[in-house]
């Protein structure tokens, strides 16, 4: 394993780029409304990103070994789809709940990477509380972030948050370091046990994107190579930060002016 620590000129680099992904959710925030289609959402962003921003889509064509390359400029997983969602031509519909996840890469190289859920109208109570709960899981895992802290200290809050709550947590896709490179060394794993794990260092820049489903855990590979979904069709939530280990705790790097305020009593 091979954790790169970030120096600060790379790291103020890395707060620029994850503001700007993070801008990208505030953009297109408004147009996430009943009757949209993923692929109009999707094309908003691309526009966004490229022309008023100057970055690029790090999901386009990414392609890792043993993948098609990605086929758009975001994910939309829709309900039951846990993650890479590919965006279509299907609207949304009122009770929906919806998380794009966008990665940029900016001019320097850098990419910033998070996700967010959206609501559509008033989804049911248990899809309300599913984002919720995963939302508490992503801030929870932020919380104990530190120097000296380990990685499975992340993963044990928010597997306990998330099985307290009767859900459970997707164990095949995790978070993951991020900069030069989309993803690097390491894996976070959003389940262990605290106290395990590599050590945490300033200057390592990583994100947290827990997978939250309101039944099993089980996963179901779409035959397009890259959508996600609950086995049981049972609904699944996620969001995501990325962050920066810094000389006395943690930096969340994904924020901007609308994205969610951590929970009360979970800010860093
Ligand atoms: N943004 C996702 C992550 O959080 C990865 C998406 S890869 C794509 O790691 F190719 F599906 F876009
Ligand atoms: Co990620
Ligand atoms: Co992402």
Redesign the pocket.
């Known amino acids: 394993m091979n954790i790169i620590i970030k120096t600060p000129e790379e790291i103020e680099k890395m707060r620029v780029a994850c503001r700007l992904g993070a801008e990208v959710l505030d953009y297109i925030a408004p147009f996430v409304k009943v009757g949209v289609t993923t692929q109009e959402i999707d094309r908003l962003c691309l526009d966004y990103m490229v022309n008023v921003q100057g970055t690029k889509s790090?999901?386009l064509n990414?392609a890792?070994p043993g993948?098609a390359p990605?086929p758009?400029a975001?994910?939309t997983s829709i309900n039951h789809q846990i993650?890479?969602g590919i965006p279509n031509d299907r609207a949304l519909k009122e009770g929906d709940i919806v998380n794009i996840?966008?990665?940029v890469i900016t001019k320097d190289g850098f990419h910033g990477?998070t996700?967010r859920m959206f609501l559509l109208g008033t989804p049911s109570i248990q899809a309300k509380r599913l984002c919720d709960i995963t939302f508490e899981c992503l801030w929870l895992g932020i919380s104990v972030v530190k120097p000296g802290g380990r990685l499975g200290d992340i993963g044990a809050v928010i597997q306990k948050h998330a099985e307290k709550a009767g859900f459970s947590v997707v164990r095949e896709?995790c978070?993951?370091g991020v900069g030069r490179s989309?993803?690097e060394d390491p894996q976070v794993l959003h389940y262990g046990r605290a106290g395990t794990g590599a050590e945490l260092k300033p200057g390592m820049i990583f994100?947290i994107?827990p997978m939250i489903n309101a039944g099993k855990a089980a996963i179901r590979q779409m035959p397009d190579g890259?959508t996600v979904t609950t086995k049981d069709r049972s609904l699944s939530a996620q969001y995501?930060h990325t962050v920066l280990v810094t000389e006395t705790g943690v930096e969340a790097l994904t924020v901007s002016k609308d994205c969610p305020p951590a929970p009360v009593g979970m800010g860093v």
């Open positions: 790090a999901c990414y890792p993948y990605y758009a975001t994910c993650c890479h996840d966008v990665t990477d996700s896709f978070g993951h989309f993803h994100t994107e890259w995501e």
